[in-house]
């Protein structure tokens, strides 16, 4: 009998090694698999980044963000200074997708939003800002909340409206103070406006 319980301990220890091989093959595969996908999407990009038109650049630019990965997300980061507007656009867009890689994406929107914004580009620090909401990471917070007063009435907005989908208290004050400011400026236009 003593035999047969050391068999059966072994056939036990067999099945669960065999187990963990399966598991190790399908998370191997399966990291295999992301590469060729990853590999695919980048084959594709390249081609459509060929054409010569600013939006069909763009579209490859958004099929490229479908495929999140950190080389992905680099390519993307560095459309984000380099190309047309809708090139950038949809870069911004699409990175505003990778929350799971949002420590390599952050820092490319927020340099992004510091080139474009030098180069008057407003709609594309629009799209970066909002980008930056939708990876809701407060350390961008800083950044957007120098961009509340902007002259630029979208650049102002689109920073508001950032750094609200990120939703923390950091802003709360900064948007109160800024509402306090607006609302004297409109009580003094009135009351300057009606003598």
Known sequence: MGSCAGSSGGTTMSKTLLTIGF???????????????????????????????????????????????????????????????????????????????KKIATPMLLNGLNVNYNQKESKVVEAICQALGKLDDDTALPILHRYFEDKDGVVASAALQGAAEIRHVSSIDLIIDLMRKYDKIIENSKGGGGG
């Not at 998370?27 to 054409?51: H, P, Q, T, Y």
């Not at 490859?60 to 080389?71: F, I, N, R």
């Open 23 to 101: 598991v190790a093959a399908g998370l191997v595969s399966a990291w295999a698999g992301d590469d060729k996908e990853v590999d695919e999407a980048i084959a594709r990009f390249k081609k459509g980044m060929a054409n010569p038109s600013a939006p069909a650049r763009a579209t490859a630019v958004t099929d490229l963000a479908g495929t999140k990965s950190e080389q992905t997300a680099k390519m993307l980061g560095g459309l984000l200074v380099t190309d047309a507007e809708p090139v950038r656009k949809a870069a911004a867009a699409g990175l505003g997708g990778f929350t799971d890689y």
